[in-house]
């Protein structure tokens, strides 16, 4: 057949027209529309039954209940447990973003043993059996030649099972270098040891005050238990609380506050005399409490009065006098006022005369261990293990300095201080730390002066880290001995900071162990087991969970069914039976600690030639900034005037950033004694001028792509500065210059 | 038979309790299989259908003050049922006005990604999936299957998690109700939020918290007359569902346009 | 080597010539195929949109060509219904301009929505209510008129109408182009009114948004208003470059005045009711919704008052008046003034109505939003550019665009011999028919 050219284009036309006639092209278009419904790599989340489990979140000291709802064994959401005594149903943006901690790439799947240098991201893995014969090798090994004593462990918490697991193998061991990470915590143990003579932790009655005055504290910024403290404030607005806000930058809670009182920063102490000035002068005090079950007030009164006139704080603090006088007058005529410190969350412990003052005032309305007021909550007593049976070894190691310098004739008053780790093995000026723990705490994050603690950890020849997740730590251990998830194990979670009454829930597994990790508390005992002897006996336990459940006792089998076991007959001791001070009433002035000084403002570091300004940290619920960094969905809630794209804003007064010649967006340096970072800068009228704020919580080179390299970490700009009684560290903040890059 | 009055559903958000911590906004994720990137710095690419936005006074310091407004999709009744400014621009049907509940729905299979809704909508409340969504390998386990994750190139928002009214619905079914008890349903952000500023519940019905709250006045396609209680942009007509409380006058007023000098209540701008 | 695709009786450059000309505009179009298929196989991440800029450059562009697209529907309006016989001159030229613009949109459109495949469902999920919805229905089938428009003009290239069938095809679709011109018109009326009223319903956007009647936005006349008024303009502007391009005069300065008078006045009465409409709005609607028209014009970084002066005095009213007078439209500086600046003023004013309408914050704790495309984005938007003038090269090369031509530009000597042999197997054709203008 010959094809001419009409011929073809006939059969060109009559094809395509033939073609866009059949059902073809129709069920193309059809069929790929389709596709496109059900795209292969877009995940289709299988479906199943559906129940839900009661456990307690461990991502904060906050303890939280939380529902985690499940489909077959998969964990698909956290909620709030409804009824639960800390959270009623109400959970944190962190808790609610668990679960991408727990299936998310930052989890460390398999005991790991560094090959390479520190840090530098170079692991084999290891069989837990090895894992733990060379632990006790080491231990062994440093036990034997009498150096039990340079063995340390850093844990975030010394309360629960757990750290007492720890506590106790160090015991036994022969070690007393179990350090604690520092909080406000610290400042207001120290505080009620010195002025009420009790070791005890502090318990505010939020939910029963009506006029909160806070120096500083991040009351909806994650201080204290943060949902709890979310809860109150609601309450407030329900019926009338009043909360006044002192601090110089307008936080969150200065925003919902129903005053703010801007005083220059570090003069919060100041304030809090002057307060108790107008308060006895105008003998608004509670004359009750103060004459019948409190010693040295005339003490008290006269340097009070002698020193902190209205007039006097208003140039110490920069308030006007008739504000300090109204406040005063409406704190002492509130029915249940109460009055708080420890800066944003509290991660720093501050200045013991600012803790002491501000407790001070307590006292002076009388609200000590009171309905509305301050509890001094001692620690549920339901770990009663029996007694270790330390051997010679363990005796002599015991007996040694504590590294940290706590409890020593400088700071006897002080049970740990963290802080000071870094400088005394840097220093050498004791004795070396060969091997160090560190449990569920992330120093090489948290602690200030970065590279100080770095250069520490540096010189420790062997670091554990019991991490579930790839911390800053972690990545600069020797062995990595993962820890299971907290969505699938077992601990209890005793009563979070703040609370007026004991409450302990329990965190359970969820799901099964996702990965080849090891419940920290069976490792402490298998460890134990492999040391043999007098430290074997002590830690008769199969395993964690058996000893948890012995532990707990009764107690048991409420928490498994409610969650948590709350102290039904807790009892609030009398005036009379709660001070066991040396002169058993409530001290003003602590006969331990002598002589009142005058008040002198923390001085922090930096001259003001070279630094001209003050850089302050601030916290927001919406970073974590402790041993959980942010998973992505906390980071997707930053806001784009706190992070863009790698870069953190300081926060500045448009005044002081026109005096520095900075617009908003530009970049900057920023540079203190310590350290330095290019920083963005974004204009705040609600900062005080002289003032520059940084966010805490970002700035990781550890966990995910989600948050390492993201910003700034805060604490690679400051450095401790020693209180002189506590010898904790009360920087709250640094001088800092700022300069166009 | 009796014949129900429609359901509308809506909310009250109390800016007083608001803390602005975010966790309304992460509930709805965790909810809604919303993905995330590396970078979410932008949050003009940041799928957050819940969003908390931070509102200054404009005042210089000390007298600066900030207020936290979280925004979920309004779910607009425009001012006829239905009438949303989303609902009737989109041309294939893929957003849709639920007669029985008053819930704006999306269809993430209908929806072709014209994104004309999202120049529609003036609360920027609908997002793009400019993006494939992708989860670190592992964590597509913690996937909710009551909704679809989405595909690139369809526009999503809040809905009020009518997934969690369908469950809800089926639940009572099987005890043999058909009408739900107030609690039983409530979206994620309202079970969420730990300052219990987020009330949900039926706007129809005078026996829910939401009801007593806003007080709508149906005269007033449901304007508010609680003198606290606000909607956004009540002035452009959209009839929104979500109202907010606030105790301060320059919050309230920050929830919608006015002229100087123009005081703050003022009727809707047209057809009325 | 291709003189026997070319009509007679006119000349063109030689064939490498144009072959490296089609290589250059086609090497840009290949920058803009590579950018569609990113689009394509990543998805719209490759582009700057995000989510206050749903709406950008691209549904700019869109509007854009339609926009100056409608002098097509308009001249072939003024043409076959209203009996403008000088037009026939130009008409050819417009449908080409049209078909063009029409096919770029829908290109584009096919390229902006997130979804390219389930694109179908525009029609079969229809939402009557919505503005798109009528765009798409329109839209499609006046681009399937301006087909049918452009085919005759295919039909008449020399080899083509050698064939029989394509040659009575031809001729007997040029005898129903008046119900075509009809129905073009019609839905031309419609789709660039529709057009306008994408932005004109946007009741939750103060700034686009306009009272109007019944279902219709004022803006919905102004689209289809301005657009011919514009249109006509651009066709001009096109051809007058296309004559600059080719060194000869194509159309007839008749036909041009003609239709730049008509233009004049439509632009002269189009920028009165704009001005009236602005007016209104910036008076009552605006502030009804608690904003002034300086809201809309301040506290950013590019969107001033000069951008509104600009598109209604200086890119409305100036070219009317020109337009308007004889001495203006013989002018050919003032009249190339009067069109490039008409033509600019109906795409600024398409700007505006999409992409200030996305910037312009409506919560008042927003801010504005400023948006610039991605290289992808302007690959894209070149794209039909580039493939606008290899379309008009070839169509200009090969069918007889302008009837005209032969008469303006007398050739001396006849074309190439070459063809004669191919001729010869080819059934005869009448060559009288051949030589009739196109639209006949």
Known sequence: MKIDR?????????????????????????????????????????????????????????????????????????????????????????????????????????????????????????????????VAKILSDLRSTGQSHTVGCISDSDRGTVPRLFERFLTVYGSPNLMRTSSIIDSYELTLHLMQGVQASPGFDFENADFILSFGSGIIDGWGSPVRMFRANSAWRNTGGKIIQIEPRLSNTAAKSDKWIPANPGTEAALALGIAHVIIKESLY??????????????????????????????????????IIALARSFARASKPLAICGRGQGTTPGSLDECTTVHALNALVGNINKQGGIFAVAEPDYINWPEVEMDATAAIGMQKDRLDGAGSKKYPFSRYLLNRLPQAINSGEKYPLKALFVGDANPLYTMSDSKAVKKAFDKVPFVVSFSSYMNETAQNADLILPNHAYLERYEDIPTPPGMPKPVISLTRPVVEPQLNTKHTGDIIILLAKAMGGNIADAFAWNSYDACLKETLGNKWQVMIKKGFWSYPDFFVQTHEESFDTISGKFEFVSKETGSLKQFKPVNIEGDKTNYPLLLMPYDSIRLANGVIGNPPFVMKSVDDTVLKGNNVFIEINPKTAGEQGLREGQLAMLSTPVGKAKVKVHLFDGIMPGLVALPRGLGHTAFDDYLAGKGINFNELIGPVEDPVSGLDTAWGIRVKLAKV | MKHKKAKKYGMVIDLDKCTGCGSCMVACMAENNVPFRKDESNKLLSITWMRVYKLTNGKPFPNTDICYLPRPCMHCEGQHEGHSPCVTVCPAIATDYNIETGIVSQIYTRCFGCRYCMASCPYHARYFNWWDPVWPDGMEKYLSPNVSPRMRGVVEKCSFCFHKYQLAKEKAFMKGRRELKEDEYQTACTQACPADAITFGDLNNPNHAVYRMAKPDPKHHGRPTNPHAFRLLERLGTNPKVYYLSSREWVRRAGDNYLENESIAKKPAHHE | MDSALIPRGVKRCPFPQFILFVAIVGAVLLWGVYAMLLCWFKGLNQTNMNDAYGFALWIWADLAVIAVGGGAFFTGLLRYIFGKDDLKNIINYAVLIGFICYSSALLILAIDIGQPLRGWFIFWHANVH??????????????????????????????????????????????????????????????????????????????????????????????????????????????????????????????????????????????????????????????????????????????????LILEIAICGFVPAFILITKKGRKNSLALWIAITLATIGVCINRWVMVLQVMAVPVLTFESWFMYFPSWQEIATTILPVAYGVILIAISYRYLPVFPNEPELNPMETLPAQETEKEEAVEPSVDLEQELKPAEA
């Open chain 1, 6 to 134: 009409r011929s073809f284009l006939s059969f060109l036309i009559g094809g395509g027209a033939g073609t866009a006639l059949s059902p073809l092209p129709w069920k193309l278009m059809d069929d790929s529309s389709i596709w496109t419904q059900m795209w292969p790599w877009t995940p289709v989340p299988e479906d199943g039954e559906a129940s839900y489990v009661n456990s307690a979140c461990t991502l904060c000291p906050g303890g939280c209940g939380i529902t985690v709802r499940k489909i077959d064994d998969r964990a698909v959401k956290i909620e709030g447990m409804k009824g639960h005594p800390v959270n009623n149903g109400g959970l944190c943006i962190l808790g609610l973003s668990g679960l991408q901690l727990l299936y998310g790439p930052t989890r460390v799947k398999t005991p790991l043993k560094r090959v390479g240098k520190r840090g530098q991201g170079s692991w084999e893995k290891i069989s837990w059996k090895d894992a733990i014969s060379e």
């Open chain 1, 286 to 323: 509670d004359a009750e409490f103060v004459d019948n079950y409190s010693a040295g007030f005339e003490d008290w009164k006269r340097f009070v009065l002698d020193k902190y006139g209205p007039d006097s704080v208003a140039t110490i603090t920069g308030i006007d006098n008739t504000t």
């Open chain 3, 130 to 307: 919505s503005m798109l919805t009528e765009v798409a229905f329109c839209l499609s089938c006046y681009f399937g008129v301006l087909t049918i428009e452009y085919i005759p003009l295919i039909l008449e290239n020399r080899q083509i109408d050698r064939v029989p069938f394509f040659h009575h095809l031809g001729h007997n679709m040029h005898e129903t182009m008046a119900v075509f011109a009809a129905t073009g018109a019609f839905l031309s009326f419609f789709h660039q009114g529709s057009l306008g009223g994408v932005a004109g319903v946007l009741f939750g956007r103060p700034f686009a948004f306009r009272e109007g009647i019944l279902i219709w936005p004022w803006t919905f006349f102004l689209f289809t208003w301005s657009a011919a008024a514009c249109g006509p303009c651009f066709t001009i502007l096109i051809t007058k470059i296309t004559e600059t391009v080719t060194r000869k005069k194509l159309v007839k300065d008749s036909a041009i005045e003609l239709l730049a008078k008509i233009s004049g006045w439509m632009l002269l009465t189009y920028s009165i009711a704009k001005t009236a409409d602005t007016w209104y709005w910036a008076t009552v609607t605006a502030p009804s919704m608690g904003q002034t028209l300086m809201d809309f014009y301040s506290n950013n970084p590019l969107y001033g008052i000069w951008i």
